[in-house]
């Protein structure tokens, strides 16, 4: 079973920045692609951003287009969001998931996922 777990959350003033980590343990035997999801109180659960194993393909929400990158260390296991120019509205809590795939395959929907992580919270005050 693959486990995952984020970190790197907390409190930033707004158009700070802060960087995610999700690393992966447990039986990793094939590629995965992994998303990241927020989930603001209230709200729905949208897609952040979303990285292929290869690193090739990725995709970016609304809200994290030009501000958010996402990238992975397969060595380490370990994805990464890098958050920019953080706003308000970007609150919420942030969590990873995977899916197992070729090395190109990203998928951009909450049911593309199979295995996710706790979340960690990102709060930005303004």
């Known amino acids: 079973q693959v486990q995952l777990v984020e970190s790197g959350g907390g409190l930033v003033q707004a158009g700070g920045s802060l960087r995610l980590s999700c690393a992966a343990s447990?039986?990793?035997?094939?590629?995965?692609?992994v998303g990241w999801f927020r989930q603001a109180l209230g709200k729905e659960r949208d897609i952040i951003a979303a990285i292929s194993w290869s690193g090739g393909n990725t995709l970016y929400g609304n809200s994290a287009k030009d501000r958010f990158t996402i990238s992975r260390d397969n060595a380490k296991n370990t994805v990464y969001l890098q958050m920019d120019s953080l706003k308000p509205e970007d609150t919420g809590v942030y969590y990873c998931?995977?899916?197992?795939?070729?090395?190109?395959?990203?998928?951009?929907?909450?049911?593309?996922?199979?295995?996710w992580g706790q979340g960690t919270q990102v709060t930005v005050s303004s």
């Open positions: 998931a995977a899916k197992y795939g070729d090395v190109w395959y990203v998928g951009g929907l909450l049911r593309d996922y199979d295995y």
């Open positions: 447990g039986r990793i035997f094939t590629s995965y692609a």
